[in-house]
């Protein structure tokens, strides 16, 4: 089984900037599509952002232009920079493979607030 760790969230005025990390436990990391994941309170875990084995990425169409996802397999990381942040990208984001395969990390709180 493969632990994940997310962190880098936090609170921060609209328009601003933050960026998440996520931690795998194992390598295998390196040969899966993995993606970010939010769940906004009273609402379904939706993907925003996906990255391939070969860096290819997918956005949801909210956060597309304004969030960029990346990973380093060598250190068994994946990130989501997001930019220009608005109230409704509040949410606690995940990350997991692009089709949700290993256990749910904890994740991490990102408040978009005035």
């Known amino acids: 089984q493969v632990q994940l760790v997310e962190s880098g969230g936090g609170f921060v005025q609209p328009g601003g900037s933050l960026t998440l990390s996520c931690a795998a436990s194992?390598?295998?990391?390196?040969?899966?599509?993995m993606g970010w994941y939010r769940q906004a309170p009273g609402k379904q875990r939706e993907l925003v952002a996906t990255i391939s084995t070969g860096d290819s990425t997918t956005y949801a169409d909210s956060v597309k232009g304004r969030f960029t996802i990346s990973r380093d397999n060598a250190k068994n990381k994946m990130y989501l920079q997001m930019n220009s942040l608005k109230p409704e990208d509040t949410a606690v984001y995940y990350c997991?493979?692009?089709?949700?395969?290993?256990?749910w990390g904890q994740g991490t709180q990102v408040t978009v607030s005035s």
């Open positions: 997991n493979t692009q089709s949700a395969q290993w256990d």
């Open positions: 194992r390598s295998i990391f390196r040969f899966k599509a």
